[in-house]
T-cell receptor
């Protein structure tokens, strides 16, 4: 089944404890991206990747890191999480080369930082 | 600055009626405009997109209209069904071509009354 898989689905952590949210797609898509969703603010793009070893900042990259060492995986790293990073996170991938529009989204990761 | 907004946070329609969800955008140079549907507890799902050189595009039961003169985008759903109940987001790719960036509006909740 074609899908974007995020792990974990739920995570509660403490301020300052490094964490990684994994994202994997099995559709051989070149484009991948991370978003956070907050009430009243909609979805905001954190980082995106047009291809392996190519990453760029979205609108809210502060406090996050990403890497794209292989096509299928695009992990989101929070080196020192803070409470304002409590949010619902989505990973997405897109089938057309370099095109972000027709994106397939994962099920989301709900992160709480206390 | 760049922003994508929706006119109404909530839209309630009778089952079988047509629904029209509106969106205003501010970036004249955006190349693609996209509609996503998000059901409760799930990630957004691509519905349809339209390129800036078009003013209308039709899919299955959905039509997207683009009015660049007034920077307005709309999604029309024909014969609305209970399964259409969800939050609908418009989004745009700022800048010419597709840079990989994606900016979302805040969302309109569509409620379908039986």
């Amino acid at each position: 089944e074609a899908q974007v898989t995020q792990n974990p689905r739920y995570l509660i952590t403490v301020t300052g404890k490094k964490l990684t949210v994994t994202c994997s797609q099995n559709m051989n898509h070149e484009y991948m991206s991370w978003y956070r969703q907050d009430p009243g603010l909609g979805l905001r793009q954190i980082y995106y990747s047009m291809n392996v070893e190519v990453t760029d900042k979205g609108d809210v990259p502060e406090g996050y890191k990403v890497s794209r060492k292989e096509k299928r995986n695009f992990p989101l790293i929070l080196e020192s999480p803070s409470p304002n990073q409590t949010s619902l996170y989505f990973c997405a991938s897109s089938p057309r080369q370099g095109v972000s529009t027709e994106a397939f989204f994962g099920q989301g990761t709900r992160l709480t930082v206390v | 600055g760049e922003s994508v907004g929706l006119h109404l946070p909530t839209l309630s329609v009778q089952e079988g009626d047509n629904s029209i969800i509106n969106c205003a955008y501010s970036n004249s140079a955006s190349d693609y405009f996209i509609w996503y549907k998000q059901e409760s507890g799930k990630g957004p799902q691509f519905i349809i997109d339209i390129r800036s050189n078009m003013d209308k595009r039709q899919g299955q039961r959905v039509t997207v209209l683009l009015n660049k003169t007034v920077k307005h985008l709309s999604l029309q759903i024909a014969a609305t069904q209970p399964g259409d109940s969800a939050v609908y987001f418009c989004a745009e790719t700022p800048g010419s071509g597709n840079t990989g960036k994606l900016i979302f509006g805040q969302g309109t909740t569509l409620q379908v009354k039986p």
